[in-house]
T-cell receptor, first 116, second 116 residues
Framework: AQSVAQPEDQVNVAEGNPLTVKCTYSVSGNPYLFWYVQYPNRGLQFLLKYITGDNLVKGSYGFEAEFNKSQTSFHLKKPSALVSDSALYFCAVRDSVTGGGNKLTFGTGTQLKVEL | DSGVTQTPKHLITATGQRVTLRCSPRSGDLSVYWYQQSLDQGLQFLIQYYNGEERAKGNILERFSAQQFPDLHSELNLSSLELGDSALYFC???????????????FGAGSRLTVL
């Protein structure tokens, strides 16, 4: 069964510093990987995805993620954090094996706190 | 506004009761997904429909059922409610399988269910 792991419940970073939110995955076949962000009392918003191609994926709001097949990781990064980036971040995976629909399996989430 | 509409936003009911949550997908999207978000279980996939037919099933209890209607809106029915069913229920939609953005789920703002 496909799964993702987000090893950190919370990440704290100072505004202006680079941030990394970690994610590792486990799938059969090639992975489709996603990052979503959830602000308080809101639904999840899509940030970026990796399907195939370049290992460095650029997404919304200056975020990017690096796909590493050998380490089965898909860490989310941003060169310079903003206080407004503070939110709950979810990594998700969809198995590329057909027949299972497009459902995503989400990690447990990482709370990002950016402080002045 | 994501384009995915969920009603009601909040719902308070008693144990043993039955409720119906409604979701209207984004215009043009054929798939609807239901997820449950709770503090102890995280984001759990419940069920997916594609153009009116069940496509994938996750950790959905037998007390829960869903359907997608010809106009593509979906309803999630929760019956014999228990305290543990209190959660945020999200609906998401995605475009046709081979369309642009087929793998990206767009989430609604959620329906918060409180069972007393």
């Amino acid at each position: 069964a496909q799964s993702v792991a987000q090893p950190e419940d919370q990440v704290n970073v100072a505004e202006g510093n680079p941030l990394t939110v970690k994610c590792t995955y486990s799938v059969s076949g090639n992975p489709y990987l996603f990052w979503y962000v959830q602000y308080p009392n809101r639904g999840l918003q899509f940030l970026l995805k990796y399907i195939t191609g370049d290992n460095l994926v650029k997404g919304s709001y200056g975020f990017e993620a690096e796909f590493n097949k050998s380490q089965t990781s898909f860490h989310l990064k941003k060169p310079s954090a903003l206080v407004s980036d503070s939110a709950l971040y979810f990594c998700a995976v969809r198995d590329s094996v057909t027949g299972g629909g497009n459902k995503l399996t989400f990690g447990t989430g990482t709370q990002l706190k950016v402080e002045l | 506004d994501s384009g995915v509409t969920q009603t009601p936003k909040h719902l308070i009911t008693a144990t043993g009761q039955r409720v119906t949550l409604r979701c209207s997908p984004r215009s043009g999207d054929l798939s609807v997904y239901w997820y449950q978000q709770s503090l102890d279980q995280g984001l759990q996939f419940l069920i997916q429909y594609y153009n009116g037919e069940e496509r994938a099933k996750g950790n959905i209890l037998e007390r829960f059922s869903a359907q997608q209607f010809p106009d593509l809106h979906s309803e999630l029915n929760l019956s014999s409610l228990e305290l543990g069913d209190s959660a945020l229920y999200f609906c998401a939609s995605s475009p046709p399988d081979r369309g642009a953005g087929a793998n990206v789920l767009t989430f609604g703002a959620g329906s918060r269910l409180t069972v007393l």
